[in-house]
Structures are given as C-alpha cells and as structure tokens.
C-alpha cells in the first residue's frame, strides 16, 4: 500500500505548489476545451489530450490528476462533434475512457519511478491504456451497446494518439528541464 500512496501522492518532478496547480488548471482546460476548439481531426485532438495526460502525470500528483484524467471525454460528449451522430454512443465509453486515461496516467508514472527509459514507459502505458479500451469496446460491441466502428476508436486510433502524445509531452518535459 506504500508504493500506491507514492504513486498517488508524489510527482516524478518537484514543482512548487503554484506552478502544480497553474499546471493543472492549464492541463485540465486544455483537455476539456480542445474538442470545442478543434472538433476534427480526432487524431490531433487525442494526441494534445494525451500529452496533457503525461504532462500531468510529470508534474501534477494527487486529486490534482482527476480532472487532466475526466475532462476529455466530457468535454468531447458536450462538444459533440468528434463522433457527430454516433456522440450518444460515447456515454456507455464513457466509464472505460476514464479507466483508460487512469491506467495510462499511473502506468507511465509507475514506469518513470522504477527508473525504466521515458520511450518505453510511454510505450508500456499506451499499450495497457489501448489494451483496456479496445477489450472494453469490444465487449460493448459484442453486446450489441455500441457501433462496431468503435473498435477502430478504441484500438489503432487511441494507440497512434497515445504515442505520439507521450513522445511529445516527453519533448515538452525534457525542454523544460533544460532550460
């Protein structure tokens, strides 16, 4: 339970207490807003919500993460543009997504804390997180709950956009302790 808490309560930079929560504001807006803002393509859209989740696992910790971890789908249903007639659909998604973002969130961090390299951290948390939700669509699917079109959502797409936001939220990360 010990390593949990750390997992929870610790972030794999030390910020001070205004820029963690300027960064969670900034992570948390950008996640709800981005849909509203860019609608289509859905890659680029996953890929700056994905990064904003690895940025917040970087430097935020805590109930700090919730709303970089919640705000993307709800802010993609109230925007409901990225799946046009299909958005409905997303509500029965919904649950998995934030499973989804949470596995990815902590699995990153966890992966970072055990010393394991940045690409292959990124690499383990957007497998686990496209494992979750292409197992999690398929079976709402094969229950008749959802559009088979999910499936492609849920898998390939998440995984592109799961990578290549990691990679740039990496980037982003390592100017940063540069500068």
């Known amino acids: 339970m010990n390593y949990i808490n750390k997992l929870y309560r610790e972030s794999l930079f030390n910020v001070t207490i205004i820029e963690e929560n300027i960064q969670m504001i900034f992570y948390s807006l950008l996640s709800f807003f981005i849909p509203f803002v860019l609608g289509h393509p859905q890659w680029i859209v996953g890929i700056i919500v994905n990064a904003a989740l690895i940025l917040g696992a970087t430097y935020l910790k805590g109930y700090k993460l919730l709303?970089?971890?919640?705000?993307?789908s709800i802010g993609v249903l109230t925007a409901g543009?990225?799946?046009?007639?299909?958005?409905?659909?997303l509500l029965y998604l919904?649950?998995?997504?934030?499973?989804?973002?949470?596995?990815?969130?902590?699995?990153?961090?966890?992966?970072q804390f055990i010393k394991m390299n940045k690409l292959f951290s990124i690499i383990g948390a957007s497998g686990l997180k496209v494992t979750f939700l292409f197992l999690s669509a398929l079976l709402l699917v094969s229950l008749g709950i959802i559009p088979a079109?999910?499936?492609?959502?849920?898998?390939?797409?998440?995984?592109?956009?799961?990578?290549?936001?990691?990679?740039?939220?990496?980037?982003?990360?390592?100017?940063?302790?540069?500068?």
């Not at 709303?67 to 993307?72: A, D, H, Q, R, S």
């Not at 919904?94 to 966890?110: D, E, L, R, S, T």
């Not at 079109?149 to 740039?168: N, P």
């Open 81 to 89: 543009l990225i799946f046009g007639s299909y958005t409905m659909f």
């Open 67 to 72: 709303p970089v971890i919640l705000l993307p």
């Open 94 to 111: 919904i649950p998995f997504i934030w499973i989804g973002n949470a596995i990815y969130v902590y699995a990153f961090k966890h992966l």
């Open 149 to 179: 079109m999910f499936l492609t959502a849920m898998g390939i797409l998440q995984l592109v956009t799961a990578l290549a936001g990691g990679v740039i939220a990496t980037g982003i990360t390592n100017a940063r302790n540069h500068i």
